[in-house]
Nanobody, 118 residues
């Protein structure tokens, strides 16, 4: 059974930091591009950061220089280190896996809430 379990969300003050984790199981993690997306109330879900099977990373302009995505294939886990958080980073954050081998195969996690507020 495929599972993507996000953790690490919470309430943090502006300027603070959080580290999100997404533990994967039920599929060959190393063969998937992993990414983090977020969705704020009333807004569309957007890509925050992604990391390919070769380790290439890509970031939304709004988080460049503040967020870092990484993966640990041995632990089947992807991380999102978030620093200098802003109120506009407040959203539900979702982990996503896209197969590099099977077109169209993708999985989503259930999400973890990040709230940036004083």
């Amino acid at each position: 059974q495929v599972q993507l379990m996000e953790s690490g969300g919470g309430l943090v003050e502006p300027g603070g930091f959080l580290r999100l984790s997404c533990a994967a199981s039920g599929f060959t993690f190393r063969a998937y591009t992993m990414s983090w997306h977020r969705q704020a109330p009333g807004q569309e879900r957007e890509l925050v950061a992604e990391i390919t099977i070769s380790g290439t990373t890509n970031y939304a302009d709004s988080v460049k220089g503040r967020f870092t995505i990484s993966r640990d294939n041995a632990q089947s886990t992807v991380y999102l280190q978030m620093s200098r958080l802003k109120p506009e980073d407040t959203a539900e954050y979702y982990c996503n896996a896209i197969s590099a081998l099977v077109p169209g195969r993708k999985y989503w996690g259930q999400g973890t809430q990040v709230t940036v507020s004083s």
